[in-house]
């Protein structure tokens, strides 16, 4: 069987010379993997012209939606992939790791999709930046979608994790996806990318596989592209220097294997939780994916008097570890990926033995359940120790890619540190600790050479998710031999695939560009109060300047009776005389409270809920005799998703300032409202109503908003034919 590859919409052979691809546990062959005649210029314009935008013309909420419903849609056939993974050698185990880590990578990314970016083609970046006195002239950063397309080549330990993960940060930017898996197994990715193409969840454009060969793809990426690889530094390296890569100063990001520690701290002695969730988490580490994972625990650091306790208890559980085909029940580790790194992981073992002592395993020892260990690409465990770790380096600059690890000593928590960081820029090490003070001088002195550090005692272990798990929250990357780069990492991942571009000019001008009202721009103001209005016809920018109240002795006394607060600036006429206020101030939550009563207007209408509170200030003390305002603004409206049985809806943000009768600001903040929708999923046009604004327009009716109709993923013009 010859795999496919899927180009320009639709499924292509490669022609010509081809790669054999092997069952891991038999050695049979399953197929050949080749991209002989593909056009790869012409693969990186279909994404440009093609996939490209079809993306950006979606809203963040509609690309976070499609990643959930294709994650729902691969989900419900993934046994089917469970089969076809164990031909890489994958257990039970390894395979939930890859094949649901990747369906739930793109299950995070939908909800932050909808949860942290706005429903809008771009993302505003931070508050805005007053550069002038008057504050008429203004600054503000907006992330915008890449005009080209996201080249991601993959490594051979993930075919489907590997494939998913930057693809959700991709493809939720607006950036079509072209996807160069590891050869060796790119039979599983394929057989995943055959569900994607069939779901037609994805727009034209958005998604192109090629099994084999990138041949001179890289040769065409220019200015607009960006690369992301995994793999060997040594290949990184190669691809990064590249004359286009150079030329275009394209943006590349690379996550290279490294030589990731787990350290004991002198505090987990034998017989603590600490020492024992170590030693369970530096086996599994070892055997998992049979030790083929860039985040795997290569280097295991613990203190000189707990080394032969360390390496015995190792020993111990490693004997309970059972190698052979995975799909035998009890077998806990298969085989590597295929021969050649059988081969590779055997010679960088000879290089290590020069420099420690094998303690634990070797192919003497090993016993292969189920399978022919010389047809299979199998590969015993091994476990070396270092006793002079600071005279013979090896172990900090050679990475046995496999069930390989060495235990090192250190004689205090300073030698500790340096030997960790011997590795050069890892991307995870781990800390096993019950001891605060360790935890804080181990993280201080590792965490600039590591991408991610986690800390683990007996409170958190069990909803740890493990040393070698990198979730979609948090960066995946690290510094120096773990390529200097970052994946994921939340809004992160998706901006590395934005350009962010610093606007300037008036508030009105810059309200109009990000549909989100500023201070000081125009205000449209109407006869109608704007809570009897629908979330359709509320506009940007539109205003209540509320009537005024004037602040009594008896709001305060009252408020305190009601509140229970009675703290001394409210109610100690001396002692708030001695205070910064130097006299008796108003509650801030009482001016809250009295600047709703201002603007709320209380008949049953549109409005449903307060939703929340934002970014609250009090810049001003309010005193007894003060007489408070409100201004009430439309700052944002967010559509809700229609969910059965729920009343449509949207969330409308308000910027809120109070101001004392001397115009002087007291408190501002912003204040979310869940209002009823008239009709479906609308998107409001208010960049006219704001223009309108611009030109001194300010309407006495309100007519209602003009909506755009927004494209859902399952719309015709965003599913594959």
């Known amino acids: 069987m010859r795999l496919r590859n899927y180009v320009h919409g639709e499924w292509v052979e490669g022609t010509g010379k081809a790669t054999a691809l092997y069952n891991a546990v038999t050695g049979d062959q399953v197929g050949e993997a080749g991209t002989g005649g593909v056009d790869f210029a012409g693969v990186l314009a279909y994404a440009r012209t093609v996939g490209g935008p079809r993306l950006r013309a979606m809203t963040f909420h509609e690309r976070a939606r499609m990643l959930k419903a294709l994650a729902q849609y691969l989900t419900a056939r993934k046994e089917r992939f469970y089969d076809i993974s164990k031909a890489t050698g994958a257990t039970k185990t390894d395979s939930w790791i890859d094949i649901d880590g990747g369906f739930g990578t793109l299950f995070a990314y939908a909800s932050r999709g909808r949860r942290e970016f706005p429903d809008e083609t771009f993302y505003v970046d931070g508050a805005a930046e007053m550069i002038s006195k008057g504050g008429t002239f203004i600054g503000r950063h907006i992330c915008v979608p890449l005009q080209g397309a996201a080249i991601h080549i993959n490594a051979f330990n993930f075919p489907v ?17 072209i996807v160069k898996p590891a050869t060796v197994t790119s039979y599983l990715t394929e057989a995943v990318a055959q569900a994607m193409v069939e779901s037609g969840i994805l727009p034209p454009g958005a998604f192109q596989l090629l099994c084999g060969s990138a041949g001179d793809l890289l040769d065409h990426v220019g200015e607009q592209d960006a690369v992301a690889f995994t793999g060997s530094a040594a290949t990184g390296q190669m691809l990064k220097t590249g004359r286009a890569m150079v030329e275009h100063s394209v943006r590349f ?102 420099a420690a002592e094998l303690v634990y395993g070797g192919f003497d020892s090993m016993r292969v359940v189920g399978a022919d260990p010389q047809r299979g690409a199998f590969f015993p465990v091994q476990l070396l120790y270092d006793d002079r770790p600071f005279d013979r ?14 235990v090192m000593p250190y004689a205090s928590l300073d030698e500790a540190v340096a030997l960790a960081n011997l590795g050069r820029g890892s991307l995870v090490g781990s800390l096993f ?62 901006l590395h695939y934005m350009q962010r571009t610093a606007l300037q000019g008036s508030p009105a001008v810059l309200s109009a560009v990000t549909r989100e009202w500023l201070p000081k721009a125009p205000e449209l103001t109407d006869r109608i109060h704007p809570f009897r209005k629908y979330f359709d016809e509320l506009r940007i920018g539109e205003t209540l300047h509320t009537h005024r109240r004037t602040v009594t002795e008896s709001d305060i006394v009252n408020f305190a009776g009601i509140s229970g607060d009675f703290f001394y600036a409210h109610m100690d006429d001396i002692a708030a005389k001695d205070s910064i206020f130097e006299r ?42 003060d007489t408070i305002q409100v201004r009430l603004t439309c700052k944002q409206k967010t559509v809700k998703e229609d969910r059965e049985g729920q009343i449509p809806q949207g969330v409308v943000a308000w910027d809120v300032e109070v101001t004392n009768q001397h115009d002087e600001p007291v408190a501002v903040y912003t204040i979310l409202t869940l209002v009823r929708r008239q009709g479906g999923v609308t998107r409001p046009e208010t960049t006219s109503d704001l223009a309108q604004g611009l ?13 755009m109709q927004k494209t859902q993923p399952g719309d015709a013009p965003a599913r594959v034919s």
């Open 161 to 177: 994790w590997g494939m998913l993960e930057k693809m959700s940060t991709a493809l939720l930017a607006g950036v079509p996806s």
């Open 253 to 354: 990001n690379q996550e290279a294997d490294s030589l990731n520690f787990s350290m004991l701290a002198p505090d987990a002695r034998p017989g603590t939780d600490e020492f024992d969730l170590f030693i369970k988490e530096v086996v599994r580490e070892m055997t998992v994916k049979a030790g083929q994972k860039c985040t795997a625990i290569r280097r295991t650091i613990v203190p000189e008097g707990m080394v032969d306790d360390v390496i015995a208890s190792l020993k111990k559980r490693l004997d309970g570890v059972t190698i052979g085909d995975p799909s035998l029940e009890g077998v806990r580790m298969g085989p590597l990926a295929g021969r050649t790194q059988v081969s590779e992981v055997g010679q960088n073992v000879d290089k290590l033995r020069k």
């Open 393 to 406: 380096t090896a172990p900090h600059d050679i990475e046995a890619f496999g069930p390989v690890n060495t």
């Open 433 to 494: 600790t019950a001891d605060p003070e360790a935890a804080r001088t181990v993280v201080s002195g590792t965490a600039a050479f590591h991408g991610r550090l986690m800390i683990v005692d007996r409170t958190s272990a069990k909803e740890s998710t493990g040393h070698g798990s990198p979730l979609p929250h948090l960066v995946h990357g690290g510094p120096g031999r773990a390529g200097g780069g970052e994946e994921m990492g939340g809004v992160r991942g998706v």
């Open 584 to 625: 008796r101030v108003a509650h801030g939550y009482f001016v809250l409270s009295a600047a709703a009563g201002l603007f709320v207007d209380p008949a049953p209408g549109p409005v449903l809920a307060n939703y929340g509170l934002e970014s609250l200030r009090f810049v001003k003390p309010v005193y007894v005799g």
């Open 695 to 707: 030109k001194g327009e300010t309407p006495d009716a309100l007519a209602p908003a003009r909506v």
